[in-house]
């Protein structure tokens, strides 16, 4: 069965055989949430198929938490979404992410008419990188992933200075959050097992910090010490007070740590 080409049919165009879920256009509103493809075959790509019924979940629950959720196919879909809602002139702050690098996000927001704090441009120093951390408290937009969702719309991270899920909690007026499927788990116990054993080993040797878990590939919390230690704060986030002022942008890719 064929799922038609958001960019051929418009809304409610699409040919919608029994058990298929509905395919909405590109153009669907981005704060309504999505699920935005282009052609594809349901059922030709299991994982596909996976990421897509895992998006629809989540992004019923992260309504049902004041927050929105967009699923889409790819990265250059993803990053076509995510530039067209920041306006001209926004200040925009960046979260340390290999996702929004690997994607060509940051790449993207570097062409766009926006006051970008690009703590990954060539040359920036550490003390430029703190102010702009600083900075992206009260920025307009602040852009990042997560370690980790659960299905049920829970978004779970791991600081080691914690500018970035200060970000996400208060400060910036609005976050927009891409995330890979890879990321997605079933539990919060889960979404700390991801963190423990996959996203901090890597984020360590990514940013060249030594810790246990970069060495041996899993945690050893009561040997991890600061200042090398990358995870510092927990933190949870069930729901937005604001409505809608966090959006995730789930890519049917994997993507980052
Ligand atoms: S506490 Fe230390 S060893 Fe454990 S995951 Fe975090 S950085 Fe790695």
Redesign the pocket.
């Given at each position: 069965m064929k799922i038609n080409c958001c960019h051929t049919k418009g809304v409610g165009e699409q040919d919608q055989p029994h058990g298929v879920s509905k395919i909405i256009d590109h153009k669907t509103s981005f704060s309504k949430g999505a699920v935005i493809m282009e052609t594809k075959d349901a059922f030709s790509n299991p994982k596909e198929t996976i990421y897509k019924n895992q998006a629809e979940q989540i992004i019923k629950n992260l309504k049902r938490r004041n927050m929105t959720g967009i699923y889409c196919e790819n990265s250059e879909i993803a990053v076509r979404e995510i530039c067209a809602k920041i306006p001209d002139g926004a200040l925009v702050g960046l979260g340390g992410s290999e996702t929004i690098i690997e994607s060509g996000l940051v790449d993207a927001l570097r062409k766009m008419n926006i006051r970008l704090l690009d703590r990954y441009k060539d040359g920036v120093t550490r003390d430029e990188v703190n102010e702009m951390r600083r900075t992206g408290l009260l920025s307009d937009v602040f852009i990042a992933s997560s370690n980790a969702i659960t299905a049920d719309g829970q978004l779970v991270n791991?600081d080691g200075i914690g500018n970035r899920v200060a970000c996400m909690i208060f400060g910036p007026k609005r976050v927009i959050l891409m995330v890979g499927m890879n990321k997605v788990v079933s539990t919060v116990e889960d979404a700390v097992a991801r963190?423990?054993?996959t996203a901090?080993?890597l984020d360590?040797i990514r940013v060249n910090v030594e810790?246990?878990?970069?060495r041996f590939g899993?945690?050893?919390?009561p040997?991890?010490t600061p200042p090398?230690?990358?995870?510092s704060q927990l933190v949870v986030i069930e729901s937005s007070m604001s409505p809608d002022r966090i959006t995730v942008v789930l890519v049917g890719e994997e993507l980052g740590y």
């Open positions: 791991q963190i423990k054993t901090a080993p360590s810790t246990p878990c970069s899993f945690c050893k919390d040997h991890c090398n230690r990358i995870c």
